[in-house]
């Protein structure tokens, strides 16, 4: 399978503003942020997206999920809130093909999502 613009930032090809990174994931800003604080988590374990997650081992989604908080609590989240999304596939227009998860915070976000 062809490298994603994700791979080549893991792999360090690639710059990246990280504002986390540990043994599992690496968190850094989007390049076209939605929100004051906008930040993709990314595993280092590859998988396309979350409908994979089923063929993983739960150990591997479960350090993923905790790289979610861990990274929502170093950008200082935590007591203002933020939500945490996963773009599927064609419909929720993916565009990498690589899992990630957005946070999004640093205001007050809108439900339901467009
Ligand atoms: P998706 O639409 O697949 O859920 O999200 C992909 C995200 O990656 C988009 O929000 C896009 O702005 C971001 N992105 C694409 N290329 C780069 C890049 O080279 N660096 C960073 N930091 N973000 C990127």
Do not use: C
């Amino acid at each position: 399978m062809e490298d994603t613009i994700f791979d080549k930032i893991l792999a360090g090809e690639i710059p990246a503003d990280t504002v986390f990174e540990n043994d599992h994931v690496i968190a850094f800003r989007d390049i076209s942020p939605q929100a004051p604080e906008h930040v993709l988590v990314v595993p280092r374990n590859r998988m396309t997206s979350i409908a994979e997650a089923p063929d993983h081992d739960p150990a591997v989604l479960g350090h993923f999920l905790q790289g979610i908080a861990l990274t929502a609590e170093r950008l200082g989240l935590e007591e203002g809130g933020y939500r945490v999304v996963f773009n599927t596939g064609r419909d929720a227009q993916q565009t990498v093909a690589y899992i990630h998860a957005h946070i999004l915070g640093g205001r007050k976000l809108q439900w339901p999502p467009g």
